[in-house]
């Protein structure tokens, strides 16, 4: 077992999904069906691509399978991708599938949290803002490889006391820019509270996932099991309304609003924090756009009109 701290983060059907202390995870960061369906997490670590990473589950390697990527002219990208089928050890009835890694372990070997896995890929199915991370399906070993068809995870990370941190004053979000990339900046809010940023989801606290507004949807993480029909506000401005939930989450589809920094029309690429204080992903238009300076403060406003 590696010295790096872990964390359980997420489970499904007796499955337990792993992430460092220092990494970030997402259910709703995501265009691909899974992630619209409770049935896909992604699990980022402070790695870069073609960096070690380990692995997020306990079990033994079942099969490989190496598969062909979309092309992309944005950036470049792995050519292939690669799907790891690890059979669990906690439900041996259960199979789990891990994308976006170009395995360093064969098939029979047994890994646990926090051992080598493979590679990171910047894989084609990437945009050009996506970080190195590990997509996690919890899946029936008759059927392992369909893009539908896993079991819906659970997230197993508390989130009991965001009821009583701060939100961010209305229609406005402020903060300092602490990294710069073509890609995207990152930004540490004013009054960014634990886990992610904070929304309200009619009158109760929540915790905001995905890439909104350019995904068109996004999902909010609660303390308890949201309402259907629930109004999501993101400093005071409705954003969306739950339109399905499962225990304490929820999915809402976009209503239309912009986020606009100096301007320009940026989305934000957000996560879940287990530890640390949590930063903003900041999405140009196209990389390059943005133009902004280490320790730049800034502001974005939410747009509804």
Not at 220 to 225: L, R
Not at 253 to 262: A, M, P, Y
Request: charged share 25%.
């Amino acid at each position: 077992m590696s010295t790096t701290k872990i964390v359980p983060v997420a489970e499904s059907e007796g499955v337990t999904i792993y992430c460092q202390t220092d990494g970030v995870f997402s259910f709703f960061n995501s265009p691909y069906i899974a992630h619209r369906t409770y049935s896909g997490v992604d699990i980022y670590m402070p790695k870069e691509f073609g960096e070690i990473i380990s692995s997020p589950v306990l079990g033994r390697v079942s099969e490989i399978r190496k598969v062909r990527c979309p092309d992309r002219r944005e950036f470049e990208a792995s050519k292939f991708d690669y799907v790891t089928l690890i059979r669990s050890v906690e439900n041996p009835k259960r199979m789990v599938k891990i994308l976006h890694v170009k395995p360093t372990v064969e098939p029979g070997r047994f890994v646990e949290p926090g051992q080598e896995l493979g590679l990171l890929l910047r894989s084609g199915y990437f945009d050009f803002w996506t970080d190195p991370h590990v997509h996690v399906e919890v899946r029936d070993p008759q059927d392992p490889i369909r893009a539908r068809g896993g079991f819906k995870i659970k997230r197993t990370l508390l989130l009991n006391d965001i009821e009583s941190l701060d939100t961010e004053p209305p229609r406005e979000l402020r903060g300092t820019v602490v990294k710069v990339r073509r890609e995207y900046s990152l930004i540490v809010l004013k009054n960014s509270c634990k886990y992610g940023l904070p929304v309200d989801v009619n009158g109760s606290r929540g915790i905001l996932d995905g890439g909104v507004p350019h995904y068109g949807w996004f999902g909010i993480h609660t303390s308890h099991e949201p309402s259907l029909g629930g109004v999501v506000k993101l400093c005071g401005a409705p954003i969306g309304v739950l339109k399905s939930v499962f225990g304490k989450t929820g999915l809402a589809e976009c209503s239309g609003f912009r986020l606009l920094l100096g301007g320009v029309k940026v989305g934000f690429s957000l996560y879940l924090y287990p530890s640390g204080r949590p930063l903003v992903k900041v999405v140009p238009p196209k990389p390059g756009a943005l133009n902004l300076e280490l320790s730049e403060e800034v502001r974005v406003a939410v747009v509804t009109s």
